[in-house]
């Protein structure tokens, strides 16, 4: 940099020392010539070199002024000499006035877009947290309930779902917590209130196979508010066992619960126009606001419990949270510390318990 400014002011010297010379030389010509003067004076030359240079920026300025104002008397394109520079056409100032307007609607409605969709966004996470509240107890809050409390949920859930479910003792009973029927078929089901970290493992569903073929039931539905080890997810398919994991056990409470809940609905807030229109969960449809603009759900009940459509299980060896990969021959769940851990399981979706009918 510091050489770059010394190359300019070395530039700018050459510059005034090469038009000072040009001055001295048309002063001296301008001396002999015009006024008779052969031998002027030093002074006399730099009083005429000054009086040359000034005349020579007043030429330039003069030459500069004059373009100006030729510029600002072009027409405009309504034909209106200086119509656009000047403000002599009408139409031209009609136009930027109009532009102008423009500007300011369009940031205005830029501005008034983002208030609707932060309000919007707001709206949304209150509805979540109110319908989540009223319609489905969280996974912790499950955990917190003592095992008689847990089963005796259980199975006013899967009352709610169509099956005729009798309890059996707390104690003593048997290798199952209730004997469920459905269609003139037998179910027995069993209860595990267990932590994030706790898993059912194969001993657990083999010994509830043997009260399945005991009672000679159709099948067994095991429920636990924790996860399933590998070999017990490996079994249970074999055994006519149905595994309902923690993360599953929340959608099927939501599921149920909606049935019996008269009041579902929730608002969302049109993002063209702001108005308050209103949903039901468990008929996800568009609405129009009354406005007349089509307005689409924002909720969905996966988005009430706070997981995904298949929320993702516990790894049964390391813990942690699995995750959905797809491989060759379709989609698994893969441990989320891989290649640390390289635990899978094979991913199936979701489907209903009344498939046991």
Excluded at 87 to 104: I, V
Excluded at 209 to 221: T, V, W
Excluded at 265 to 273: A, D, G, T, V
Excluded at 315 to 324: D, E, I, Q, V, W
Aim: with cysteine; charged share 25%.
């Amino acid at each position: 940099m510091s050489y770059r400014r010394g190359s300019d002011i070395g530039s700018a010297l050459v510059g005034i020392v090469v038009c000072g010379s040009i001055c001295m030389f048309v002063a001296g010509w301008v001396l002999r010539q015009i006024f008779g003067i052969d031998h002027p004076t030093d002074f006399v030359v730099l009083a005429a070199s000054v009086a040359v240079y000034l005349a020579f920026v007043g030429i330039i300025w003069g030459l500069v002024r004059l373009h100006q104002r030729r510029k600002k008397w072009l027409p405009c394109t309504h034909g209106v000499a200086g119509g656009k520079a000047l403000g002599r056409c009408q139409l031209c100032l009609a136009e930027e006035k109009a532009a102008e307007a423009a500007r300011r609607a369009a940031e205005n409605e830029r501005l008034r877009r983002e208030q609707v969709k932060s309000s919007a966004l707001a709206l949304r996470q209150q509805e979540i947290e109110r319908l989540g509240r009223g319609i489905v107890p969280s996974l912790e809050e499950l955990r917190q309930l003592t095992p008689q409390q847990f089963e005796n949920e259980i199975a006013n859930l899967f009352r709610r779902l169509g099956y005729d479910v009798k309890q059996t003792p707390y104690s003593n009973d048997q290798g199952r917590d209730a004997i469920m029927m459905m269609g003139g078929d037998k179910y027995l089901l069993e209860c595990k209130r267990y932590g994030e970290d706790n898993s059912s493992g194969r001993p657990d569903i083999q010994k509830f196979h043997s009260a399945i073929i005991s009672d000679r039931a159709k099948g067994g539905l095991f429920v636990t508010s924790g996860s399933f080890s590998k070999a017990a997810l490996d079994f249970a398919p074999s055994a006519s066992i149905e595994l309902v994991d923690g993360y599953r056990l929340v959608k099927m409470f939501a599921e149920s619960t909606l049935s019996t809940v008269s009041d579902d609905s929730y608002e969302s807030i049109c993002l063209q126009c702001g108005a308050r229109v209103r949903h039901l969960l468990r008929v996800p449809q568009e609405v129009t606001c009354p406005n007349g603009h089509s307005v689409s759900p924002t909720l969905s009940l996966d988005q009430i419990l706070g997981v995904a459509p298949d929320a993702a299980p516990t790894c049964a060896k390391c813990g942690s949270r699995m995750r959905l990969v797809q491989g060759r021959n379709g989609k698994f769940w893969g441990c989320s510390r891989y290649p640390t851990c390289r635990y899978t399981r094979p991913f199936r979706r979701h489907a209903h318990v009344s498939g046991h009918a």
